[in-house]
């Protein structure tokens, strides 16, 4: 029998860029990276936001450094990967994970402006990162793409459409770089979160949170930012080189719960 091939389980030395990363799940993801050994760019919209979150990774033995940047920003993405390139020499992973809530009935006045906002920050952002991204990602051994889009990229909420409509339009960007993109080496993924813990939910009053989870949640309750970040971490990892255009629901088995 052929020996069983040993594949690395190690992100230690990888250039990872992870958005929105002052905050819930891609705070953790950040956090998760650099405990990893991964060499980690923060980014998110408020400076003393980003080097709080820096200085904790650096405080826990991990290397980060942070740029504060809007990702509507498009000539900004473009400056700031090139900055991350010449600081960290490279780039390998790029997670597209800043987002905010876009609650907006179709009717109401100024549908159209929050329309724009969820599609400029939630899915155009995700687009210019990638292009930007793209000859770094090229270039490294194992470039990874991951995407967070939502259960609402599988199904909707009422109320929700500009949101809904950005996050399956993330599902869709995934599944043509994945398609694109393979021959060149790098994989693309989507992580589709369910009901988590973080900024965007926190104005959802507990009590409320568990009404919700425990009538649509088989494991009854919200999930934490760390468990969404773990199975990114799963989904970068060079042994997952054959993971290409995937969703993944990491929603405690909400999308398959019927009754
Ligand atoms: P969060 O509010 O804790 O973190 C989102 C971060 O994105 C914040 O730090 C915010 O400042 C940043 N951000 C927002 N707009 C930005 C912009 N224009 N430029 C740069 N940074 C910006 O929320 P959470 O939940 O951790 O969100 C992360 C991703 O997960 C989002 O894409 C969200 O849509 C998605 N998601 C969240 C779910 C949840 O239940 N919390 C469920 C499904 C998806």
Not at 16 to 27: D, F, I, N, Y
Not at 46 to 72: C, Y
Not at 188 to 205: K, V
Request: charged share 25%; with cysteine; proline share 5%.
């Amino acid at each position: 029998m052929e020996p069983v091939k040993k594949l690395s389980r190690s992100i230690r030395g990888k250039v990872a860029l992870v958005t929105g990363a002052a905050s819930g799940m891609g705070r953790a993801t950040a956090h998760v990276f650099a405990d990893e050994g991964a060499k980690v760019a923060v980014i998110d919209l408020k400076q003393d936001r980003v080097d709080a979150v820096v200085k904790e990774i650096e405080a826990a033995g991990g290397e980060a450094a942070g740029w504060a940047l809007d990702v509507t920003d498009g000539e900004g993405i473009v400056r700031v990967v090139k900055e991350i390139g010449e600081r960290f020499g490279g780039l390998d992973i790029l997670v597209n994970n800043a987002g905010l809530a876009t609650f907006h009935g179709i009717g109401e006045p100024g549908y159209e402006e929050t329309w724009a906002r969820a599609l400029d920050v939630m899915l155009t952002a995700h687009m210019r990162f990638v292009r930007a991204a793209l000859p770094m990602l090229k270039k490294s051994s194992e470039g990874r793409i991951v995407n967070v889009a939502s259960t609402e990229g599988f199904g909707a909420t009422p109320g929700n459409s500009p949101y809904v409509a950005a996050k399956h339009g993330v599902i869709g960007l995934t599944r043509a770089l994945a398609v694109e993109l393979g021959r060149e080496g790098v994989t693309a993924n989507c992580i589709c979160p369910g009901p988590i813990r973080t900024g965007i939910t926190q104005g959802i009053p507990d009590e409320q949170k568990e009404i919700f989870a425990k009538r649509r949640v088989p494991l009854r309750r919200y999930g934490f930012p760390e468990e969404v970040a773990h199975v990114t971490l799963s989904v970068v990892l060079p042994a997952s080189s054959y993971l290409n255009g995937v969703t993944i629901p990491v929603d405690g088995g909400m999308l398959v719960k019927n009754a």
